[in-house]
């Protein structure tokens, strides 16, 4: 190994040995590796694979429990192998990992029939708040900073940390239900491992029945909300987001009253969703 | 050595990493704690709670930033994203020095997320050194390379891990952040002596060390961190601080997380084994009795 370019062949030999599906047999990469007197040059390769693969799809784990819960155990396990088989990180932080669940579960809609739909919202679902979580914050709009300007010239901007979702199912309670479910079933498994009695509370949760939801994902005073929304006040938001002035966001919302319009925009604001537009 | 140029010239005592299950404990009860360190890419997000907790640490305590993907070690140029969240995150903390690991990690863009180990060529340690000159210039701190634990070594190496560490710190002119616990690990799984380990790196560019818990294996060790120190890492550690002197430590405890109360007196057990060290450390120095600057125990903050 004589140069950087040495360097990254063999740095793309272990990584191709690293991210191969879990169980799959190669000998490419274990070539570099020294043997010892207690493991073969594979067995310390192993060691590594499967750190790979166990460290990742914890994090997906724990990014994702409703989409764990609905898929149960050994389906969740494939759906993320495959993700990830697909989709390896591309970003110095596992908080990204999830990014692009969504979307490969449209892609490859095998790994969660027969309830893609249901699980394409779960996942937007819970990315949304890892989004909400830890998103970018802007300094709020004041209304003193729009006083005068004509609707039909005023553009908004929504915190990037909010987003806004038309779900086929109301995940939102489903997803809740889970966490709750599964904080007591950690209390319990805590109580037991104490001598307590507490398993009976973690109640079974069950899967939504269709029905449409306008969600608005967010932070206020640093924590994780939701809120669901009217049709036309989705669309207004939507059209926000979208670089409309005002006059024609709340054209998109449709024949609305203008009571209404201004009580949801009264509340948006209390909400601090607007912020100033990047300079 | 106890503050140098690595370490900002600073001498921050016993300190523990910062983590979510001490929290409430940490903003409620305000314990007496040398330092915090935390891992910088928790916190180099763009808002939210991570940062809200942060910013109230720092109103009370040092923070040091520990970096896990910088990789630093990858054939790959620095990330200019990762480095100006980086940069933005030391602006916030005031961080004296930023540490990250001697190890790669990535390769065309794509993460492994763990802490791969180095051939240890020549032509390793240049392109490594290279990186760490280009990230400690462009972030204004000192940066400290910890060495890494490992499972495999490669055939292609053509100097041992301490002569490697010691060829790249000495090219990029950074510091070292000594991981006891991974010297100990380390020499378990490959079969060489961790005493060998300690003697050949230059001591003079330690700036913080590492302890840590580690679990053994019927055929190897791993690097853990879900227990206490075991007993010959503490020696390692003692014969460490005897060689470079007293320095800022601190203890990393980042899975089956005990109560803030465990993991602090277990990282205050650093003081039973530096004491002896810092005396002797002073004497080779000719400090003993001369210097009231001199690291003993009661010229290190109250942790």
Known sequence: MKSTADLRAFQRVMMGALVRPLGSATEAGAGFIKPNSRLTALERLEIYHRMYWFRLIDSVTDDSPGLAFLLGEAKFDRLVRAYLGKYPSRSFTLRNLCSRLPQFIREEPRWTSPRTALAWDVARFEWAQTVAYDGEERPLLSPAEIAGVPPARLRLALQPCLSLLALDFPVDDFVMAVKKRNTLRDEASNAREAGGRAGRRAKRVAPPRRGRVYLAVYRLGGRLHYLRLELGGFRILEAIRAGRSLARAIAAGGRLRPAQVEEWFATWMKFGWFCRTPL | ?303
Not at chain 2, 154 to 168: I, R
Request: one cysteine or more.
């Open chain 2, 1 to 303: 050595m106890p503050a140098n140029r690595f370490n900002g010239h600073t001498s921050h005592g016993i300190g523990i990493g910062l983590r979510v299950p001490h929290y409430a404990h940490i903003l409620d009860q305000k314990p007496v704690v040398g330092w915090f360190e935390i891992i910088s890419e928790n916190f180099m997000v763009d808002g939210g709670r991570p940062l809200e907790i942060l910013d109230r640490i720092l109103e009370q305590y040092h923070v040091v930033q520990h970096g896990v993907s910088m990789y630093l070690g990858s054939a790959d140029r620095p990330d200019r994203a990762h480095l100006k969240k980086l940069k933005q995150l030391v602006r916030r903390t005031r961080t004296p020095w930023v540490s990250d690991h001697l190890c790669w990690g990535s390769v065309d863009g794509t993460y492994s997320h763990d802490l791969l180990p180095m051939p240890y060529t020549f032509a390793a340690a240049k392109r490594t050194a290279e990186k760490i000159r280009q990230v400690s210039d462009y972030l204004g701190v000192p940066v400290c390379v910890e060495n890494v634990s490992s499972y495999a070594e490669f055939h292609v190496s053509e100097m041992t891990e301490w002569e490697f560490l010691t060829e790249v710190v000495e090219r990029a002119d950074c510091g070292i952040l000594l991981d006891v616990n991974n010297i100990y690990v380390s020499s378990k799984n490959h079969g060489f002596d961790p005493y060998d380990y300690l003697n050949g790196v230059p001591a003079e560019r330690v700036g913080q060390m590492h302890v840590a818990g580690h679990t053994k294996f019927e055929k190897y060790i791993l690097d853990t961190h879900d227990h206490p120190v075991l007993d010959p890492v503490w020696q390692l550690y003692a014969h460490a601080t005897r060689r470079c002197g007293v320095t800022a430590t601190l203890l990393e405890w980042d899975d089956k997380i005990p109560s803030f109360d465990e993991v602090h007196n277990e990282a205050l057990k650093a003081n039973e084994f530096i004491a002896d060290a810092g005396e002797d450390f002073n004497r080779k120095i000719g400090k003993v009795g001369k210097n009231p600057d001199s690291p003993s125990r009661s010229s290190r903050p109250s942790c």
